[in-house]
């Protein structure tokens, strides 16, 4: 039986075109500078997101956490949504690496408003922590891959720059925004002083992620990453899998989408289920459990895992499904009829 691994965008293996490239590539030692692959990753990526430097870094959390240290001093405050991977699923990083305070927003499907960020700012008091950066999550992770308006985005930029705030975008599957609108990724890009942006999502890399701002905030971020344990050598090997994602493994990402829609419409029907139709904007998708399903979210796991669906639950009542490079439509269809048994519908 095959195994069908909708548990992450991150468990997609490098293809053989990709190990190709990976196994040709030119290298140096990155730390002197000197490997002309992760220079040019950087170039490349930098261009595509409209700013003039990037640096390559091992993971997406190195990415946001060596920008908050980029942005803030200690003590300072951070304004981010509630259910941010920052907050969520970076180990407490924040507090550990830069010494600053989470200031959390409720949105709605991941989005906050200019109102809730101006809001919040802290009056300049002694009293008060100052507040120093806005951080904007786009696809939004826990919501479900939800897309982050440019429209709103825009709003919170004024915002941000009367009070002389930067904003941080943590783009890790800004990709898919970007695929599944159509707009160039600058759309978003122009309106952040620093962005995050992961290969090894829906890309399909084995490894990395990369920070792109002003070349001042770059220089700055790479001591940074030097501290945190980031710099490596002949990295070139994993900028080559990278470039090649750029090149090749975008546009199919609307694929992702479309294979994510079939699950949730198919899974729509099941009883006992919930799903937010709306939020199904790109490759993830969440599916609330009720009292009339035969099963809890760990529940849910452990059955499809004997059927060979592999998923996750992140609460008792919730589970979560994630299209990606190397499921294929009939791989989810095939998974439609998996669940289907298990429902016995
Ligand atoms: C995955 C992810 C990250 C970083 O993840 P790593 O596992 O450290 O590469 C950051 N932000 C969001 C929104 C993510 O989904």
Known sequence: ??????????????????????????????????????????????????KEAALFVPSGTMANQVSIKAHTQPGDEVLIEADAHVFNYESGAPAFLSGVTLHRLSGVRGVFTAEQVEEAIRPGDHHFAPTRLVMIENTNNRAGGTIFPVAEMQRIRDTASRFDLS???DGA??????????????NWTDLADSVSVCLSKGLGCPVGSLIAGSAEFIDRCHRYRKVFGGGMRQAGILAAAGIYALDNHRERMVDDHRNCRLLADAIYHLPGTVIDLQAVHTNILIVELTEDAPFDGPGMVKALKEVGVWITSGALNKVRLVTHLDVSTEDVEDAVDRIRRVWSV
């Not at 599957?173 to 600058?186: C, F």
């Open 167 to 169: 904003v941080h975008l």
């Open 173 to 186: 599957r800004l990709w898919n925004a970007s695929a599944a609108t159509g707009l160039d990724p600058r």
């Open 1 to 50: 039986m095959k195994i069908i691994d909708l548990r992450s965008d991150t468990v997609t293996k490098p293809t053989t075109e990709m190990r190709e490239v990976i196994a040709t590539a030119e290298v140096g030692d990155d730390v002197f500078g000197d490997d002309p692959t992760v220079n040019k990753l950087q170039d490349k990526t930098a261009h595509l997101l409209g």
